[in-house]
């Protein structure tokens, strides 16, 4: 299999498991759909593999094949992402909370969770600009992208001498940074026994971001976190989890 892809199985698990894996993560939110050409170029299986996989796949609902033989993302993925939203016992603080900051901001508002290496749009709310940023519930973003990753990525690390000293530099923002039209204004959210619950941010239009800008919802921003924060270390949920 020279120049094809093969999964790498010495750490454990199983190959075949692997590649269909590997044919999942290759979709992507610009996709309607994808010939098997198009699988076989971004995952580097050949065709006969990805077809064998493929069956398995549609079968589970992971993904499903178009009347014009392309595949697409099927609905299990998206069963499975509830799931894993509602493990964390949080919408009921999380989503009000936006949806007022949103009004008062007058700019999108999102909530954000750290796996591994990357972070997670748990929960998003839009504003009413026509022009806005286009994050949405799932979406998965590297740490490094916007300001919401960096604040999961130092506090998630931090010890707390070294907690109190990025307190200090709160809210943290992002100006450009992976999307050169986008900004982020973010702050840690914290539950009490669980630590670091998530990242609280307000992200639009790199434009609509000015300095006046910046500085009026600082405040705005910090006040919300409080509440969430507050709201968090009460519930019973996050107290018994301690």
């Given at each position: 299999m020279s120049g094809r892809l093969q999964a790498d199985t010495r750490a454990g698990g199983v190959e075949a498991v692997d590649r269909a894996l590997s044919i999942l993560g290759c979709f992507t939110e610009r996709d309607e759909g994808l010939s098997l050409a198009e699988i076989s170029s971004r995952t580097g299986l050949y065709k006969s593999t990805i077809l064998r996989l493929t069956e398995s796949l549609v079968r589970s609902g992971y993904i499903v094949r178009m009347a014009d033989k392309r595949f697409a993302a099927g609905p299990t993925p998206m069963i499975l992402g509830s799931f894993y939203r509602r493990r964390f016992k949080m919408e009921a603080f999380v989503r009000p909370l936006l949806l007022s900051l949103v009004e008062q901001a007058n700019e999108s508002a999102s909530f954000f969770r750290k796996e591994g290496n990357r972070s997670i749009c748990l929960f998003r709310a839009d504003?009413?600009?026509?022009?806005?940023?286009?994050?949405?519930?799932?979406?998965?973003?590297?740490?490094?992208?916007?300001?919401?990753?960096?604040?999961?990525?130092?506090?998630?690390?931090?010890?707390?001498?070294?907690?109190?000293?990025?307190?200090?530099?709160?809210?943290?923002?992002?100006?450009?940074?992976?999307?050169?039209?986008?900004?982020?204004?973010?702050?840690?959210?914290?539950?009490?026994?669980?630590?670091?619950?998530?990242?609280?941010?307000?992200?639009?239009?790199?434009?609509?971001?000015?300095?006046?800008?910046?500085?009026?919802?600082r405040p705005l921003l910090l006040e919300f976190d409080e509440r969430l924060s507050t709201s968090l270390a009460s519930s019973q949920y996050f107290q018994a989890r301690s």
């Open positions: 504003c009413r600009h026509l022009i806005r940023d286009q994050i949405r519930e799932g979406d998965v973003l590297s740490l490094d992208h916007h300001a919401a990753g960096q604040v999961l990525a130092r506090f998630s690390l931090a010890k707390p001498r070294m907690r109190i000293a990025l307190m200090a530099k709160i809210p943290f923002v992002s100006l450009g940074e992976g999307d050169s039209e986008t900004a982020t204004m973010a702050v840690p959210v914290f539950s009490g026994s669980e630590g670091l619950a998530g990242a609280l941010a307000v992200s639009g239009p790199l434009t609509r971001f000015t300095p006046e800008k910046l500085v009026n919802m």
